[in-house]
């Protein structure tokens, strides 16, 4: 069993939800830190150190005296649901040293019917949360991001093209049925149980027939074409367990039929 905090960390989250902890916006145009400011205060009930967050910090809270990390995703719902976009880092389940985990949390999409706090704010509440460890997300650890350019476009040859990756992932409530609407832990099988808690599924990814190595874009045409190559590791199950505390739901959690056929065809979700 490998020591992590997300067993804390998780129990926290949904004590707070259970006690009707609100998630507070600090402006009518707050589409960041709105949830990532809730996450934190979890943190420091915990009393746990971690290195302060802002908008190109990865992951969003890396931990001081453990050497993990939580990337936050807050998501309006109903809404997008099915992917969100990731700026500038794929996701993973291993930075810089650090077991990272996300925090996906959701929370209504309409906000028109929430009161405002004595300080002008609305609050609303968390709708729905899954804590995954990153492989469940994707398990290469070797890609390294970087932005390259160009130098040279242009009738005058002096403008230059910035390759900006953005990454867009599918999330955990795509990949999984029987997490709408509830609280769920996925952690890999290797992680072990913790007394608090019972396993409610067990999840399996597997990984694809072919891997993207690179990609072409066409100026003249404006196609982009990805560039692939058989993965030696095809057909490799990464195993997962999807927990919850004993005073929550057994309702059961398994991976999506849209995800199993996805990787089965050797296609992104």
């Not at 936050?72 to 077991?99: C, F, M």
């Not at 005058?156 to 609280?183: C, H, N, Q, S, W």
Request: charged share 25%; proline share 4%; net charge negative.
């Amino acid at each position: 069993m490998k020591k992590t905090t997300a067993f804390d960390v998780f129990e926290k989250c949904v004590q707070a939800v259970q006690e009707g902890e609100l998630i507070e916006s600090l402006s009518s145009k707050d589409k960041e830190f709105h949830f990532q400011n809730w996450f934190q205060a979890r943190l420091e009930t915990l009393s746990m150190h971690f290195e302060g967050s802002g908008r190109n910090t990865y992951p969003d809270f890396s931990l001081v005296e453990h050497t993990e990390g939580y990337e936050i995703k807050g998501l309006a719902w109903p809404g997008r649901e099915r992917d969100y976009d990731s700026n500038s880092q794929v996701p993973t389940g291993y930075h810089n040293g650090r077991q990272i985990f996300y925090v996906f949390g959701r929370y209504p999409a309409d906000l028109s019917g929430y009161v405002e706090s004595s300080n002008g704010r609305k609050q609303y509440p968390v709708v729905d949360l899954v804590i995954c460890h990153g492989d469940f997300l994707n398990a290469d650890h070797n890609y390294v991001h970087k932005n390259k350019s160009v130098k040279g476009f242009g009738t005058y040859g002096d403008i230059m093209i910035r390759d900006r990756k953005m990454y867009v992932a599918p999330t955990p409530f795509a990949l999984t049925e029987g997490t709408t609407g509830l609280m769920t832990l996925i952690l890999p099988e290797n992680f072990g149980c913790d007394e608090r808690y019972q396993a409610v599924g067990e999840l399996t990814r597997v990984e694809s027939e072919s891997l993207v190595v690179g990609y072409n874009f066409d100026l003249r045409t404006n196609e982009l074409r990805a560039e692939r190559v058989p993965n030696p590791k095809a057909g490799t199950e990464h195993k997962f367990i999807a927990y919850r505390l004993k005073t929550q739901t057994s309702k059961s959690v398994s991976i999506s039929g849209a995800s199993v056929s996805s990787e089965t065809n050797g296609k992104s979700d």
